[in-house]
């Protein structure tokens, strides 16, 4: 247990946690645009219960998409007391490994669950329900992102990390094009080194960028191309994916303090497409499936009619 919370305060004030933000936004931004076409009503009630934190947060005028970050930044005001919803680090462990290894218990599948618990609520409650949705939105679009980033769901266990890599953080690299990106867990966070870094509040052309981004995951990696995916919203299945994912392309073909080859960064690229598509297809169908209870004076139609 010691060991575990040495991890959350090294995590705590690891700066590379952040890099995902522009992944995160992509993923927001997809089922943002999908659920404004299939359900616009809800689409509305939705991003009013989002809103309602905005002051909260650094969010300008699309909380929506923005709000995808805030879990992230809440750390930056130490609010840490759910920093362990932010991964789910399930060992991989190397050929030839022996060692133990520990899970932690407060983890992403386990917080994905809980806020969708929150979002299907039906039952009338006796107090403005308000805080508790919108809370339970945002931690659910960033956790969708992060339980897609194969680093928030997988530890390396070998004979050069015993005690596990953190989710790639101790497995330093090189990557002279960009000093920060000095662990695995930071090329992953950056997309493998694509979109850059966008933060919330976003300007109208961050705005427009991150739409760009969004129609690229999309035209790549279409809904058809991976429906048999998208199907699944079981978040464990989820953890499990990136998992494997992490086994298969993230650690393998790459050893600790040495520059990632071409190859690598090629077939890591298209890994990290793949999953920001799949995620945001994800999160339009979850987010259309958890409609709880609104109350009389903010009912909107679509949901009177289901
Ligand atoms: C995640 O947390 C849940 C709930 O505490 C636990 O049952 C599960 O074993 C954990 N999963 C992993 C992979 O650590």
């Known amino acids: 247990m010691k060991f575990l919370y ?13 890099f995902w933000s522009t992944g995160h936004m992509i993923i927001a931004r997809i089922a943002y645009e999908e659920i404004k076409v299939k359900d616009p009503a809800y689409f509305k009630q939705i991003t009013k219960e989002i809103e309602l934190l905005k002051d909260f947060g650094q969010e300008g005028v699309n909380p929506f998409v923005e709000s995808a970050v805030w879990a992230d930044d809440n750390k930056a005001i130490a609010w840490g007391a759910f920093s362990n919803w932010h991964f789910v680090d ?4 190397a050929e030839g ?3 133990e290894y520990e899970v932690d218990k407060a983890n992403a599948t386990w917080a994905i ?6 979002l299907k609520n039906t039952k009338k409650p006796k107090f403005n329900n308000g805080l508790a949705l919108s809370f339970a939105w945002r931690y659910l679009i960033h956790l969708v992102g992060d339980i897609h980033q194969p680093l928030h769901a997988s530890a390396l266990y070998s004979d050069a990390f015993p005690h596990g890599d953190r989710g790639g953080n101790s497995f330093k690299i090189k990557y002279p094009k960009d000093k920060q990106i000095y662990n695995l867990h930071a090329l992953w966070d950056a997309c493998v080194d694509q979109y850059g870094s966008i933060w919330a509040p976003i300007n109208e052309g961050e705005w427009n960028q991150l739409g760009t981004f969004a129609d690229k ?3 790549e990696y279409p809904r058809n191309k991976v429906a048999s995916r998208v ?9 499990k994916e990136s998992n494997k994912i992490a086994k298969e392309a993230v650690y393998a073909d790459i050893e600790p303090k040495t520059i990632p080859s071409d190859e690598y960064i090629e077939r890591g690229r298209k890994v990290v497409n793949e999953q920001l598509a799949v995620a945001g297809y994800r999160l339009t169908d979850l987010m259309l499936k958890l409609r709880h209870y609104v109350g009389e004076e903010n009912e909107v139609e679509s949901f009177i009619s289901e």
Do not use: H, N
């Open 6 to 18: 040495i991890v959350a305060l090294l995590l705590l004030i690891s700066p590379t946690l952040c």
């Open 90 to 93: 399930t060992p991989v462990i």
């Open 97 to 99: 490994f022996e060692g």
């Open 113 to 118: 669950y809980e806020m969708e618990k929150t």
């Open 217 to 219: 995951v999309t035209a």
């Open 231 to 239: 199907k699944i919203l079981d978040e464990r299945e989820w953890a």
